[in-house]
Nanobody, 125 residues
Framework: QVQLVESGGASVQAGGSLRLSCAIS????????MAWFRQAPGKEREGVAA??????RYADSVKGRFTISKDNTKNTLYLRMNSLKPEDTAMYFC????????????????????WGPGTQVTVSS
């Protein structure tokens, strides 16, 4: 049973930076399809950044500010967030796909079959 656990969420002021981590356990092989999503109150869960093997994808709203990376030796997925804005406030979730039949876009939540419980990021102006 794959488990994902996020950490690193905090309250910061606009312009600040955070690094989120997602610890991965219970897997028998490294997933090549992982992503970060976020969900603000009353809004849909949206894809923020994804990594497929060595290829990364970003939502337009975070492009140039956020960086996704994966360290297989540490079984950890990261999201570096710079120049944070109040509109980045949300619960952030780590997601992974384990399987052999890929469907949906990398930033589409329907692709992923494993999720963490989330970590809260709050950005004040």
């Amino acid at each position: 049973q794959v488990q994902l656990v996020e950490s690193g969420g905090a309250s910061v002021q606009a312009g600040g930076s955070l690094r989120l981590s997602c610890a991965i356990s219970g897997h028998t092989y490294h997933s090549n399809h992982m992503a970060w999503f976020r969900q603000a109150p009353g809004k849909e869960r949206e894809g923020v950044a994804a990594v497929e093997s060595d290829t990364t994808r970003y939502a337009d709203s975070v492009k140039g500010r956020f960086t996704i990376s994966k360290d297989n030796t540490k079984n950890t997925l990261y999201l570096r967030m710079n120049s944070l804005k109040p509109e980045d406030t949300a619960m952030y979730f780590c997601a992974a796909y384990y399987g052999f039949y890929i469907r949906y876009d990398a930033l589409d939540k329907r692709r992923y079959n494993n999720w963490g419980p989330g970590t809260q990021v709050t950005v004040s102006s």
